[in-house]
Every structure is written in C-alpha cells, then in structure tokens.
C-alpha cells in the first residue's frame, strides 16, 4: 500500500492561509454575478461569469485562459451555441500526468426571493457560513482549485511538474447541454490524466467525503388522456374521470405499498458499508417528524443504490386559478433515478411498459422521455482515489468517508467515455445544510479551506 508523505503539507496550508480572505473575496465578486444559464433569464450574466473566471485564472497564473463555447442540436432539431466555458492550462514536464480540474460557474436560478433571509447575489457571513447563491454549487469550486493551483505554485515553484488543465463549465445547472459536443471539439485540450470534478459534497460539515458512485437519471412526460375535449365537471362527472385524477392514480403505481419502486427491470442494491442513521437523515432533510420513511433497506441504499422517483412538475391548474371543470388530458414529468449498472435507455423502456401495464380505465397513456444520464462507480483502489482519501485526512485531520451520491451527474460518463484512460475523482465543499438548488444556499467556510489544502496536497504528490 503506497504512502504519502505529504512533504509540503505545512508550506501549503500556510500560504493557502495567507490568502483565504482573498479567496472569500474573489468568491464574492463571482457569486455577485447572477450567472443562470437559462434561456428564460439573462444569459448576458453568464457571459460576465465566464469573462470573471477568466480573470480570476489568470490572476491564479494560467497565462493562456480563454472563453470557448461549441455549437450543439437541439431537441428541436435546431443548432443551438453553448454557454461560454473557461479553458486554461499549463504543460507538464517531461514523465510527469496531467490534471484536469472540473467546476461549473453557472448556477441555478433564485427563485422565490422572499424565501431568502439574505440577498441571493450576494455574500453575507453568518458565523461560520457563507450565504448566496453559487456560494458553494458551484462558485466555491471554482475558487478551491484556483487557490490550490496559487498555492502550489508558490510552495514548490520550479519542482511544480505536474501538467494542469482548467475546465470551468457554464451551463451545468441547465443540463449541459453542448458538453458531449464541448468534450469532442477540444478533446486534445482536455485530455488528462486524471479528472476532479469539484460539484459533490461533504459526508456533513467538517467530515470529508469522496463520492464514490452516482445515480444515473431517466426523466420524461406522462401524458394521461379520458376524453376529445374538457368536461363541466358537474353535467358527466362520475362515469367518467378527470384526466387529473386519472394520471394521479397512475403515478400512484409507481411505488408499491412500503414506497419502493414498483418498475420492473431497475438494478438495486444494498451492498453500503456506511451506516447512514435514520435520525441523521431525517435532520438532513427536514422531514417532519410524523412522516414514515419510504422502502426498504438500508438508508445508504435507499439513497445511493436503489431507484427513486419523483413527480417534478405537473400541468394542473392552481387553486387559485380552479373552476368546475372536467380535464380531458393531464400532463406530469418524473425524474427517476437509477442505480449503478442501469442503462438509461433500458430504464425509459421499462418506465413506459409499466405505464402501459397499469393505464387506469383503459385511458390513453403516452411517455416521452427527456432526459437521460448514466449512473458511475469508481475504483475505490485506485491510485488516485487512495491518493484524494489521504489528502481530505490530512487536510481535515479526520478520517474521511467514501460515500455514495444520489444525485447524478450525467456528464462524468461522457468524460469516462471520451477519456477511458483518466482516473475520475469526484469531490466538493458541500455539506448536507447546504441547500444547494434552495433558497439559503450556504457554504461552510471551514470546509473550502480544508478542500483547498487537500486538493493542494494532491497536486504537489503528484509533482514529486
């Protein structure tokens, strides 16, 4: 088993500590830019995210960053340009690997602004958190690998020999759309080595966590239709139901009665190490305390590697906006997450088989898929996992935790896919109150400092 000596680990911290309030600061002034890379928002903000990035990288001492974008269909059929993403690197020296350091400037929109207790664009400091949005998805990551790079520049200078490469995305939160396409065409830019990607969390405050496996993503529209056109609901309810009710009952088909899903033909597992306790979940997410938790297993599994669905939007009219009226059709879309070892496709087959299977009343049911991304696993024994695992315990100085994510990130398959070769390490400075996609989001100050030494501990061992 390799050692790590960690040679400059004191050096490190110490100039990382130096700068730290310049750090926060230049975070700041790139969480002041609401950079939501939505067509309905100002995409002009996403172009001044993308030209601060740049500056804040060639202040880092990257002297070739430049703004790139790439051209992409879209589901329309029409050719759509991206949003500007940041490339930046410096080679390395003869025998020595290259780094390819991930985060993503775009963030998600404000939404209901007078959920927020703090400005959303703007930092506020409360004891030890920082308050905005992108203040930690993912502006933070940015910041944690510029400051590591600045770091280790300065430490080791002339014997820094590791090959860097900077890629910071800016359409991220909007699903990415022209990244396969953004990979392809400045594929020899981005080729490395090894991969980290800064967008996941912490195992909680002040606890690191490597992210070990992912859930891929099957999302798409249901479509429920009873009749050619609305009905007043009070002249034909009762034979016939509204397409509201119809779709809710087949939604319902979904889970069975323990809150499993009911979806033939997905993996699941319930292979976790971790005990992730039911008090500390239901603290982490903030369910009420009457509310009895849904399937089976183990929490880690429940969360990690098993399936789960979610109804995310459904077209119904508002309370406020109601009236006796019988729908003729219902429309909703469900994000289904998918554990390890299922392929998208397989899963939107199965989603629609078991829609088909259980159409209540005979109604006319249709599915269309929407999105699709495939789950990841690392090696846990890699050099490069074994490697990140050291450096988060001697940044943090406690032991560090390999946890599973339920969320997904769809595009580290295409990176996995483009690069075979690279050893992907999936890191962040989240914590589970961050609320990331929340109004609130915070950063724990703590744990952008003690991701900056690790990260900073991982490029100089992989200089020696």
Known sequence: MTTFEFSHAD???????QRFDQTLQRLSELVAIPSVAWESHDLSQVQRSAEKVRELALAAGFENAALYTAEYTAEDGTVKTGMPAVLASRPAAAGYPTILLYAHHDVQPAGDESLWDTPPFETVRKGDRLYGRGAADDKAGVLLHLAALEAVSTVLGDDFKLGIKLFIEGEEEAGSPSFESFVNTYRQQLDADYIVVADSSNWRAGVPALTTSLRGVASGVIEAR???HALHSGVFGGPLLDAHTVLARLIATLHDAQGSVAIEGLSRRDDQQIEYAEADFRADSGALEQMSLAGTGSIASRLWTQPAVSVIGWDIPSVAHSSNTLAAVSRAIISVRLAPGTDPQV??????AHLQQHAPLNAQITY????????????????????????????????????GMGGSIPFIATLKQVFPQAQILVTGIEDPDTRAHSANESLYVPDLLHGIVAEALVLSELSK
């Open 368 to 403: 269309s898929p929407q999105d699709s991304g495939q789950p990841f696993d690392i090696d846990v024994d890699s050099y490069g996992a074994r490697l990140a695992l050291a450096a988060f315990e001697r940044a943090w100085g406690v032991q560090p935790v390999k946890a």
């Open 11 to 17: 050096a490190l911290k110490e100039a990382i500590e």
């Open 226 to 228: 009873v009749g050619s």
């Open 347 to 352: 899963a939107h087959q199965a989603i629609e």
